[in-house]
């Protein structure tokens, strides 16, 4: 088994991130100094949830098309 000693590079573009990301054996890396985040698009203001009858819902995705 490998040992966890090398730093992860300074990534300066998405590409290059995403390259590294496919390529790299990330086994290698220390990771352990990572911290899990949420990305927000954009805020939520508002929320919906509905129940339908299938038919309702057949009839309105066949209006929108």
């Known amino acids: 088994m490998s040992s966890k000693n090398r730093s992860m590079p300074s990534l300066s573009s998405d590409e290059a991130a995403e390259d590294f990301v496919a390529t790299a054996d990330l086994t290698r890396y ?34 929108a098309r």
Do not use: Y
Request: proline share 9%; glycine share 2%.
């Open 30 to 63: 220390d990771l352990s100094g990572f911290k899990p985040m949420r990305f927000e698009i954009e805020p939520k203001a508002a929320a919906l949830n509905m129940r339908l009858p299938a038919s309702l819902l057949e009839t309105d995705i066949a209006q």
